[in-house]
């Protein structure tokens, strides 16, 4: 699986690298007053149909947002048929880090970043499902193509054809 995708793994390695680092380094920013996500809110907060929104709301669509990567390249890694252990394997990670955060000074674990995480990597795997649809149609006739081909070709295949049987008297066909 990796030695065919050797630049899709070295991606996915360096998203986890970086998620790693974001999740499990040093706090980030973001609880500051000066943060991009702070300043993100104070401009939704100037337009009065968006000041319901909170930085709670933020947080949470940015732990969503920042899962997704993960599950397309999880899918694109283990294929379309094992789409289910690509959720599993974004929900197991999500676990991993939350669990590790219990450890860590100055980091809060909380199911809400569990339940927005496991949402992001089940909505990258669900992307990447449908945006891969396409190729996969397309494989999959070529294959009742390639398998016609070769029925068609195969002497048993044929209707009406004789098969060649060995003889029991002699050791020829």
Do not use: K
């Not at 920042?66 to 990670?93: E, H, K």
């Not at 880090?97 to 000074?105: G, H, N, V």
Request: hydrophobic content about 55%; aromatic content about 10%.
């Amino acid at each position: 699986m990796f030695r065919h995708h050797p630049l899709l793994t070295v991606m996915t390695g360096l998203y986890l690298a970086a998620v790693g680092w974001l999740t499990l380094g040093p706090q980030p920013r973001a609880l500051e007053r000066a943060s991009g996500l702070w300043q993100l809110l104070a401009w939704l907060h100037r337009h009065p149909s968006l000041e319901w929104i909170r930085f709670s709301t933020l947080e949470f669509s940015a732990n969503v947002l920042m899962f997704v990567p993960i599950g397309v390249f999880l899918l694109l890694l283990l294929g379309r048929r094992r789409w289910w252990l690509a959720v599993l394997l974004g929900v197991l990670l999500s676990c991993g880090i939350e669990f590790t955060q219990l450890f860590l000074p100055g980091r809060v674990s909380d199911v809400r970043d569990l339940e927005s995480n496991s949402i992001g990597a089940f909505a990258g795997v669900v992307i990447a499902l449908v945006l891969t649809w396409p190729a996969a149609v397309r494989r999959r006739a070529q294959a009742r193509v390639d398998a016609q081909a070769r029925a068609d070709a195969h002497p048993v295949a044929r209707a009406g054809t004789a098969v060649p049987t060995r003889s029991a008297s002699t050791s020829t066909w």
